[in-house]
């Protein structure tokens, strides 16, 4: 039987994008997936040339169900691209554009670069006796998908480096390093300090304070004398 979504010749195109969503934060590695949605006055735009251009260059929009396209035939359109590591940290426009036979229609959004990285850091607590284990631990990530990138650990008194170390985070993007304090260590606030750079060029800062207090003779050296 006729259908007009199959046999109606369309008089009006409509486009609109619906991912990403407008003003979109992106680090760099990030794989950006367009979707449009293609609808004619009768319903969804069957057999429409999409297109989608912008920092990344061109690329074609399929409805075949294999693109993130959810699925195929149903009007929506979809690729995706990856943002490379020379793409600069500024603000771009994508533009997307529906063809059919004699009609054009266009939707844009604008989304940013920003080759940040979600790094967290804590303590198991806030003040330590000399000699104790501080435990840090955190995560880190690249658009809240889990990352394990190597991580910088500092620890630092008065802006004077005490330690260094380098971590690595778990498949699953957290780190836990328990850092044994000296006898010989300050008192007074510890900075801890922790960066971290992707192969992207994509970076992250983290820090905590914790306050290191001087254990007396008699917390140490209990002796009791019978």
């Not at 304090?181 to 300050?186: A, L, N, Q, R, V």
């Not at 992207?200 to 007396?216: D, P, R």
Request: proline share 5%; hydrophobic share 40%; charged share 20%.
């Amino acid at each position: 039987p006729s259908t007009c979504v199959a046999d109606c010749k369309a008089r009006t195109l409509s486009v609109q994008i619906i991912s990403p969503k407008p003003e979109t934060n992106f680090a760099r590695g990030s794989i950006v997936s367009i979707q449009a949605r293609a609808r004619t006055e009768y319903d969804i735009a069957l057999d429409t040339t999409v297109v989608a251009e912008g920092f990344f260059g061109k690329i074609v929009l399929y409805d075949d169900g294999t693109h993130n396209d959810q699925l195929a035939r149903d009007g929506i359109y979809a690729n995706s691209f990856l943002i490379t590591k020379e793409v600069p940290a500024e603000n771009y426009t994508i533009n997307v554009t529906g063809t059919l036979p004699e009609i054009e229609a266009k939707d844009s959004i604008n989304i940013s670069i920003k080759p940040e990285l979600g790094l967290q850091v804590s303590t198991d607590k806030a003040e330590y006796v000399v000699g104790d284990v501080i435990k840090i631990s955190g995560s880190l990530a690249r658009n809240e998908l889990p990352l394990s990138e190597p991580i910088t650990l500092e620890i630092l008194s008065d802006g004077n480096l005490l330690f260094a170390q380098i971590i690595l985070p778990d498949p699953q993007g957290n780190f836990a390093y328990p850092h044994h304090t000296s006898f010989i260590d300050p008192e007074g606030k510890l900075a801890i300090k922790l960066t971290a750079t992707d192969s992207f060029f994509n970076s992250g800062e983290a820090t905590a304070s914790v306050q290191m207090l001087k254990a007396s003779e008699l917390n140490y050296f209990n002796i009791k004398i019978l």
